[in-house]
C-alpha cells in the first residue's frame, strides 16, 4: 500500500481529484437551482473561456518554468535537511553516546510519519506567513496572489525566488525533527524521507489539498477546526478585507486557530480573487511574474513604495521597518473594504 501510494504520480492524483469533484458538483447542480453556488462552481471551473483568460495562461508558464527550475531545487533540498539532520544526529549520539535507544517497528514508523507530517505542514505554515508580512517576500508572493481563476496550475504559479524561500525554510525547518527521529529510532536516511513523503501524500489526498486551487466551495463542517478545507483556502486568496491574511495552512488548520488567523468561510460567501484590480492586472504575464515582483522588491527596499497616505516612504535613514516587517498600521495594499 505504501509503495503503490508513492509511486502514484502527483499529476494523477492532482487533476484526477479536480475532474472527479467537477462530476461531483455537475450531478448537484443538475438538481440544485439554476443560480446555485453548485452550478457557478462546475460553470467557473469547466467553461473553456475561463482557460484561456490571461490568468490561466499565466499559471501554464509559471509552472512550465517552475518544472524546469526545480529540477536543482528537488535535488538540492533534501541535502540540505539531511546536513542539518546530520549535526543533530551526532550532537545527541555524542552526548548520548550509551544510551539504549528505540528500534524501529510498525508503530514507530507511523509515529515518525506523523511527526515528519506535522512538522512539514507547520513549516509551511510559518513560511506562508512570512511571504504575507514580510514586504520584500510579498513582492514575490504577489504573482499566486493575482490570480483570477483558480485551477490544479495556479499551485505552482510563483516567482522563482519566491518559491526557492519557500523550499529552503521547510528544508532548513525539517532538519532537526529528522535529526531527532534518525538518532533515537536508528532510522536510515531513506527510510526517513519514504515515512515524510508517504504521510505528506496520504493526507494531501485525504484533505482534497488538489482541490484547494479551484472554485469548488468544499468544506469539511466540524473537521474545518482540525483540516484546511478548499474553501478555506479559496478565502485565503480573496482581496476582501475580512479575508485578508488569513487561513496560512495547507493540511492542518490547527495552526491557523491557535495563531488567530483563521476564518470559516459561510455557505455562499463572496470572494473576489486577485490583490485589487491595478496590480491583479500588472502580474499577469511572463514579466508580471518574473520581472515585476523583482523591481519591487527593489523599490521596497530603497523606500520607493507609497505607505498607506499615497506618499513613499523613504525618510532619508535606514531602518528594517517595512522592508523585513509590515507597519502594522498600514492598511494591506489591494483589501477591498
Known sequence: MENLLLRLPTPIVVWGSFFVAGIFVY???????PASIERKAFVKCFVAGEWS?????????????????GLLQAGLMPIITLSIAGVFTGGIHYFFPAEHFFHANILIFLCCALILMFFSDFSGWLSHVAQHYVPVL?????????????????????????????????????????????????????????????????????TLEALQHSHYPINFGFFDRIFISPHMHQIHHSSRLEHWDKNFGYIFSLWDWLFKTAYRPKRGEVIVYGIGEAETAAYQGFYGVYVLPMIGMWRVITRKTPNATGRPRHDGRYSPAGIL?????????????
Open 325 to 337: 516587517w509590515r507597519d502594522p498600521a498600514a492598511a494591506p495594499m489591494g483589501a477591498i473594504e
Open 53 to 69: 483568460h490571461k490568468s490561466a495562461v499565466t499559471d501554464l508558464i509559471a509552472y512550465v518554468i517552475g518544472k524546469i527550475t
Open 27 to 33: 450531478l448537484a447542480a443538475a438538481f440544485a437551482r
Open 138 to 206: 510579498w513582492e514575490l508572493h504577489k504573482v499566486h496572489h493575482s490570480a483570477l481563476f483558480l485551477n490544479p496550475l495556479t499551485a505552482r504559479r510563483g516567482h522563482t525566488f519566491g518559491i526557492l524561500f519557500d523550499d529552503v525554510a521547510h528544508a532548513c525547518i525539517m532538519g532537526p525533527p529528522t535529526g531527532f527521529l534518525i538518532a533515537i529510532f536508528n532510522l536510515n536516511p531513506v527510510e526517513i524521507t519514504l515515512l515524510g513523503a508517504f504521510a505528506n501524500k496520504f493526507f494531501f489526498m485525504i
